[in-house]
């Protein structure tokens, strides 16, 4: 789930169901996708090279607290996520931009991956509350497109619930328990 108190997921939570890679090369259904976010730029692949200090899900302050030590500066983006046969999706994300150019993630990762596929956005940044997930259903699947809709549906509606006090989403319990419903109905569809 996410840590809606900043904003960005270590990983969204519907690629849960599914075993998700870090795709090898750029085929046509990442570049698809990137061309859905619309960030005009391609995608790289980055480096994970956390800090001692990071913190899991906290992507945003870990790149703040590597600029005061280091410089270089933000680069807001999405990390490329891919379920073979299912969907690739975007996660909206913060890496370090090195005084020197380089892109690197700082933060500490919990699928243990050492490189990641990332598309820098120059367009969007962090501005407290999740940004949505993007995603694909690839191959084209009405099924695995129900249930992104779903997802983002429900994203929407965490967002609109905020604690005033601490930005974690709060919600009504009957409106939150009709979202998980809907989406475990279109998970079904798509198993």
């Known amino acids: 789930?996410?840590?809606?108190?900043?904003?960005?997921?270590?990983?969204?939570h519907m690629l849960?169901?599914?075993?998700?890679?870090?795709?090898?090369?750029?085929h046509i259904g990442i570049m698809k996708l990137c061309k859905v976010i619309g960030t005009g730029t391609l995608p790289v692949f980055?480096?994970?090279?956390?800090e001692p200090q990071s913190t899991l899900n906290q992507c945003v302050q870990n790149v703040r607290n590597k600029i005061e030590k280091h410089g270089g500066d933000i680069q807001h983006g999405w990390?490329?996520?891919?379920?073979?046969?299912?969907?690739?999706?975007?996660?909206?994300?913060?890496?370090?931009?090195s005084p020197?150019?380089?892109?690197?993630c700082v933060s500490p990762r919990e699928d243990g991956e050492d490189v990641l596929v990332f598309l820098p956005d120059n367009s969007?940044?962090?501005e407290g509350l999740p940004v949505l997930n993007t995603g694909i259903s690839w191959p084209k699947s009405s099924a695995v497109d129900r249930l992104l809709e779903k997802e983002?549906?429900?994203?929407r509606f965490k967002n609109r619930h905020p604690d005033p006090r601490t930005g974690a989403a709060?919600?009504?319990?009957?409106?939150?328990?009709?979202?998980?419903?809907?989406?475990?109905?279109?998970?079904?569809?798509?198993?």
């Open 1 to 12: 789930m996410a840590d809606l108190s900043l904003g960005i997921s270590a990983r969204h």
């Open 16 to 26: 849960a169901d599914f075993e998700t890679i870090v795709a090898k090369k750029f």
């Open 46 to 50: 980055i480096k994970v090279l956390p």
């Open 79 to 97: 990390l490329i996520w891919e379920a073979p046969n299912v969907l690739i999706e975007g996660e909206f994300h913060a890496a370090w931009r």
């Open 100 to 104: 020197a150019g380089a892109l690197i």
């Open 124 to 126: 969007r940044k962090f």
């Open 152 to 155: 983002a549906a429900f994203q």
């Open 170 to 191: 709060r919600f009504p319990k009957k409106e939150h328990d009709w979202h998980v419903r809907e989406i475990e109905a279109a998970r079904r569809m798509v198993r």
